[in-house]
């Protein structure tokens, strides 16, 4: 069975800093790799998303992530970082291929916090 | 288009009750996927319907069941509730199995007592 690890349990950035939160997956086949975002109060929302192809995928506001095959990672970026970035963010993966492995396995999440 | 819709969006049971939460999807999505979310446990995968059919299911007791039905909405039922049961319970929805972008709804927060 897959697992994803996001070591940054908390992370407390100034507005304009740059973000990189870091996200390991294990699993031996092909994957998908998903990063979402729960905003205090509101629901999950998907940020971006890795199937296939340029490994360098953007997302919404900003936000782009790298997946590296080789280090089984997927890794969040932000250039500068907003107070309204204030949020928890989860990495999730599932694998290509349906049975059991298809389905989404989260990480534990991060909470980012950005102060003015 | 409509989001993904869950009613009830709170709800107070007590020790060895039993519950029944909704989901609807969002319109042409075929697959609806029920998560569990814990402060200590993260979110975690219950299981997933497709077509009216179990697709996918994650590691919980059997206390835990769900049903989908033919206009895709999908119903979860979780029986002789535990304190441990306290949590928000994530519905989601895709156009295909597993492999697509899921949209979640704003979950059911279920309090145990």
């Known amino acids: 069975a897959q697992s994803v690890s996001q070591h940054n349990h908390h992370v407390i950035l100034s507005e304009a800093a740059s973000l990189e939160l870091g996200c390991n997956y294990s699993?031996?086949?092909?994957?998908?790799l998903f990063w979402y975002v729960q905003y205090p109060g509101q629901h999950l929302q998907l940020l971006l998303k890795y199937f296939s192809g340029d490994p360098l995928v953007k997302g919404i506001k900003g936000f782009e992530a790298e997946f590296i095959k080789s280090k089984f990672s997927f890794n969040l970026r932000k250039p500068s970082v907003q107070w309204s970035d204030t949020a928890e963010y989860f990495c999730?993966?599932?694998?290509?291929?349906?049975?059991?492995?298809?389905?989404?396995?989260f990480g534990t999440g991060t909470r980012l916090q950005v102060t003015l | 288009k409509a989001g993904v819709t869950q009613t009830p969006r709170y709800l107070i049971k007590t020790r060895g009750q039993q519950v029944t939460l909704s989901c609807s999807p969002i319109s042409g999505h075929r697959s609806v996927s029920w998560y569990q979310q814990t402060p200590g446990q993260g979110l975690q995968f219950l299981f997933e319907y497709f077509s009216e059919t179990q697709r996918n299911k994650g590691n919980f007791p059997g206390r835990f069941s769900g049903r989908q039905f033919s206009n895709s909405r999908s119903e979860m039922n979780v029986s002789t509730l535990e304190l441990g049961d306290s949590a928000l319970y994530l519905c989601?929805?895709?156009?295909?199995?597993?492999?697509?972008?899921?949209?979640f709804g704003p979950g059911t927060r279920l309090l145990v007592l």
């Open positions: 699993y031996g086949g092909t994957v998908n």
């Open positions: 999730a993966v599932n694998a290509r291929g349906g049975g059991t492995a298809s389905k989404l396995t």
């Open positions: 989601a929805s895709s156009l295909a199995i597993s492999g697509g972008d899921q949209y």
